[in-house]
């Protein structure tokens, strides 16, 4: 069973997608391979797009960003692997592509990272905004380097 739902943020509105597994998507509209058009249902009342709606409302406030949600995106199972290593960078610090690769045991593969980074499809809640380059500097983001700047200040790691 797939829904969808959309999900306002103070960054710009989110479309949600679940499945009978979990959250598959979260996109901000405009972002970097949104799946376009979701041939989905729109959800009326669903408990999951309850728990991310109020996550998220609370970490706009300043709170953490949820651990307990039911996460099922699909990707290669070198992207998942990625992705599962973004959630456990802590907020309010960061990693570079390459310390990524390294954790994964596969040094030497920091743009092969840098492409699963970017493929995330469950914006903010698999925190890939957290990833930075070698330098420190803001690399790309498929939301929008606005979006990435924000949520890095959001969680105190730019002033």
């Known amino acids: 069973m797939l829904a969808q739902q ?10 949600a997608l679940r499945d009978d597994e979990g959250l598959v998507g979260l996109w901000f509209d405009g ?28 970490y706009f406030k300043g709170q953490a960003l949820p651990q307990d ?14 992705w599962l290593a973004l959630l456990q960078i802590p907020a309010g610090e960061s990693r570079s592509y390459g310390e990524l690769a390294a954790q ?22 698999i925190p890939c905004h957290r990833v930075l380059g070698a330098d420190g500097s ?9 979006r990435k700047t924000a949520l890095l200040k959001l969680e105190g790691l730019l002033q």
């Open 6 to 15: 959309r999900i306002a943020t103070p960054l710009g509105p989110l479309t």
């Open 31 to 58: 972002q970097k391979h949104h799946p376009g058009l979701l041939d989905a249902p729109e959800a009326a009342a669903d408990p999951l797009f309850e728990q991310v709606e109020a996550g998220l409302a609370a």
């Open 69 to 82: 949600l039911p996460l099922h995106p699909q990707g290669t199972p070198f992207q998942r692997a990625v």
């Open 104 to 125: 994964l045991g596969k040094p030497g593969s920091a743009r092969a990272v840098g492409a699963a980074v970017g493929r995330n499809p469950v914006s903010i809640l």
């Open 138 to 146: 803001l690399t790309g983001y498929a939301g929008g380097l606005h």
